[in-house]
Structures are given as C-alpha cells and as structure tokens.
C-alpha cells in the first residue's frame, strides 16, 4: 500500500505500510530503512514538481546525497501505516537541502534531512541547472518542516 499526495504548503507525503522487510529480528524498523523512506518521498516529492533524474542524467547532470540526518524519536512496527512528509528547506547554487518527518497516529516518529548536491558525468560538483534549481525555488516557500 502506498499512496502519494500533497500536504498543506506544499509539503509531499508519502504513506506506506511498515512490511516484515523493513523490520529487524524484533519487529521494529530497522534504522537504514528510514532512508529508504526518505528516498522514495523525496525521489516521488520531484517527479511530483517536474524534476525527473533520469532525463537529468541524461544532460550530464546527477543529484547525490552529501550527508543526511536521522533522528530516531519512537519505534515503528511490522504492520503500521506511516506518512513520510519532505519538504524543501533550502536552495542554493550548488545543494540543496530536504527535510522528513515519519508520522504514525498524528504523532512525528522520525525527523530526518538530506543535503543534496549535483555532480557531474565525472562526480565532480556542478551548480544546480537553472530550470532544475527554478523548480525547487517555486516549491519551497513557506515550506519549511521544523527540525
């Protein structure tokens, strides 16, 4: 189960289903599935505003992560529903910066953010494309996730 829609301000959410895969030994997520999450909201977030990777890719453009934060607040189970909530929080020529929230029941269980930054064919760090970095721009006001 999976659903993809927009939230208020902009902001994407992502709902899933917690499957036994995502789960340890104990039934609890296991802590690098959380960036799994986080990818498939933020992956879908700029589909979702007209950024699609692989044609970047394409013109010689990739987006990496440069580093990524996670804060684990409660456990999630085998079997729950959860929302993954991304926001844009910041633009600049050469990154830019998402943040996540996991919400079970109304209640944030994980806060997370990633650094995203472009590089090229060769992995060397280029500025954010103008129609790429545009796009971003137009979707980040009052679009800010508290941290």
């Known amino acids: 189960m999976t659903f993809l829609v927009y939230h208020d301000n902009k902001v994407f959410m992502y709902t899933t289903r917690i499957y036994y895969q995502d789960t340890d030994a104990g039934g609890v997520v296991y802590f690098a599935n959380y960036l799994k999450f986080f990818e498939k909201s933020w992956y879908e977030y700029l589909v979702s505003i007209g950024i699609s ?15 990524v934060h996670v804060d684990l607040i409660e456990r999630l189970h085998y079997g729950e529903t959860v929302h993954v909530e991304t926001a844009i929080k910041e633009v600049r020529n050469a ?20 650094k995203m930054v472009c590089v090229d064919g060769m992995g ?14 137009a979707n ?8």
Do not use: A
Request: proline share 5%.
């Open 140 to 147: 980040s006001k009052e679009n800010k996730l508290e941290i």
């Open 53 to 67: 990777l692989p044609e970047w890719e394409k013109t010689g453009t990739y987006v990496l992560i440069r580093n």
């Open 95 to 114: 990154h830019f910066i998402l943040t996540h929230k996991v919400v079970k029941s109304g209640k944030i269980t994980t806060r997370g953010e990633t």
């Open 124 to 137: 060397k760090p280029k500025r954010i494309p103008q129609d790429f970095k545009n796009r971003l721009l």
